[in-house]
Structure formats: structure tokens, C-alpha cells
Nanobody, 124 residues
Framework: QVQLVESGGGLVQAGGSLRLSCAAS????????MGWYRQAPGKQRDLVAV???????NYADSVKGRFTISRDNAKNTVYLQMNGLKPEDTAVYYC??????????????????WGQGTQVTVSS
């Protein structure tokens, strides 16, 4: 099976920075897209940023110019550098890996996976 483990969340003052990491483990052959989503209390889960296998990136308008997504394909890891944090960035941040090709039970399988989530809290 494949697991995504996130790290780097925490409490920071407005204007501060945090760096989130998400490492995928398992018998993985390749990962297509990797991205970050966030969910604030009482709201839906929304896309923050995504990066394709070819390193094309896409960002939510609310984080453009402040957040940077990157990935290390050799480590199956995706990062989210968050600068200029605002109280409205407060949410649980989830890592997503899409189109993961991996070996499971004797078969070559493709599936999508989510991390467990990491809390980011920005105080005013």
C-alpha cells in the first residue's frame, strides 16, 4: 500500500513562514500530480497548489505570490513553502498524490492517495 506522511504544520504569527512536507512511501513506480489542499472549519476542502510530474504548477488565486510548491521525484516528496501567512490561511492542510502507480498484491495498480492532514494556524 501507499502512505503519505505530512509534516511542518504549526502556529505562526501573521506575516511569518512555514514549510510543509509530504513524503509518499510504498512500492511506488511513479506519481503523476502532487498537491496541497486545505480545509477550514465549516468549509469545503479547496485546492491550494498542484505540481505535475513535469513540474508545471498551478495555484489558488488567494496564495499566488506567497506560496511555492515544489517536488523531489527521487524522494516522492512534495513541499509547500508558505510565506506572508495570513489568518485566513488557517486550516488543516492535506497532501494529495494523484495517479500513483505502485505494486500491490502482485499487481501494478494506479490510485490516488491523501495524507492525514497537518494543522496550520496563523495568529493576527
Amino acid at each position: 500500500q501507499v502512505q503519505l506522511v505530512e509534516s511542518g504544520g504549526g502556529l505562526v504569527q501573521a506575516g511569518g513562514s512555514l514549510r510543509l512536507s509530504c513524503a509518499a512511501s510504498g512500492r511506488i513506480f511513479s506519481i503523476n500530480d502532487m498537491g496541497w489542499y486545505r480545509q477550514a472549519p465549516g468549509k469545503q476542502r479547496d485546492l491550494v497548489a498542484v505540481i505535475t510530474g513535469g513540474a508545471t504548477t498551478n495555484y489558488a488565486d488567494s496564495v499566488k505570490g506567497r506560496f511555492t510548491i515544489s517536488r523531489d521525484n527521487a524522494k516522492n516528496t512534495v513541499y509547500l513553502q508558505m510565506n506572508g501567512l495570513k489568518p485566513e490561511d488557517t486550516a488543516v492542510y492535506y497532501c494529495n498524490a494523484g495517479g500513483v502507480r505502485y505494486w500491490s498484491g502482485g499487481f501494478n495498480v494506479i490510485n490516488d492517495f491523501w495524507g492525514q492532514g497537518t494543522q496550520v494556524t496563523v495568529s493576527s
